[in-house]
């Protein structure tokens, strides 16, 4: 009876311990491939510039939400309920479509040409309020214009810099992104105020507009760099 005991007690500690190794295996393999990636977000020279790049092109769209309701009303003028109506239309715009235009689009393509194509369809918006007649019909079509180009790009650049992290440094990545925007949200009023205060509201538009097609021009360059995407494993 003592000899089965001891056989039994020896073979369950035995399958005890071998679970426990193949359970430190099957970890150890799947954090392997984090040794195969910038360990931080900080060393990663493709996402700074992205960084940098995002900065300016949300620099340039927060002037939609600053400047551009005080050119309707200077500029174009346009009473503040139809200005009001123009800031909520891009509200019930993204409400209605960004979910099932994302859907419809995520994985077609690169995460980079939606991001090129949105901030190139955001600045035309702007450069069109130098060209086109001064009617409540040209700033409803402008308004679509630039939220389209806020629903192409911005989720996106969340696709973007998710994809470059893992679950160990996801929080560095996250980190700068939110500072990007965060930091463009302070400078917009300031640069916006003194290009309009130099150069008047034309000025700005054709300079938002410029801004943004170098900052399309960064990125299809980035992308052009990009060769391989490693997939990362994530741990549950």
Request: aromatic content about 14%.
């Amino acid at each position: 009876m003592g000899r089965w005991l001891y056989q039994y007690s020896s073979r369950h500690t035995v399958a005890y311990f071998d679970a426990r190794s193949k359970v430190a295996k099957t970890i150890k393999e799947a954090v392997a491939g984090f040794d195969e990636v910038v360990s931080s977000a900080y060393k990663d020279g493709v996402y700074l510039l992205f960084i940098l790049l995002a900065t300016l092109f949300a620099t340039c769209f927060f002037q939609f939400f600053i400047m551009q309701p005080v050119f309707y009303k200077i500029q174009w003028h346009f009473n503040e309920r139809f200005i009001g109506f123009l800031l909520a239309l891009n509200g019930i715009l993204i409400v209605l479509i960004e979910m099932i235009l994302i859907n419809w689009l995520e994985g077609k393509r690169h995460a980079l040409t939606y991001i090129i194509s949105g901030i190139l369809v955001t600045g035309a918006g702007f450069v069109l309020l130098n060209l086109m007649p001064h009617v409540p019909l040209v700033a409803i079509l402008i308004v679509c214009m630039i939220t389209l180009g806020e629903m192409l790009s911005m989720p996106f650049m969340n696709t973007f810099w998710i994809s470059r992290s893992n679950v160990r440094n996801r929080g560095e990545y996250a980190a700068l992104y939110s500072m990007s925007w965060a930091g463009a949200q302070i400078i917009a009023p300031f640069l916006g105020s003194q290009v309009i205060a130099y150069g008047g509201f034309e000025l700005l538009w054709w300079l938002l507009g410029g801004v943004c097609l170098i900052v399309a021009c960064g990125y299809l360059i980035m992308k052009r760099s990009i060769h391989t995407t490693k997939r990362v494993p994530v741990l549950p």
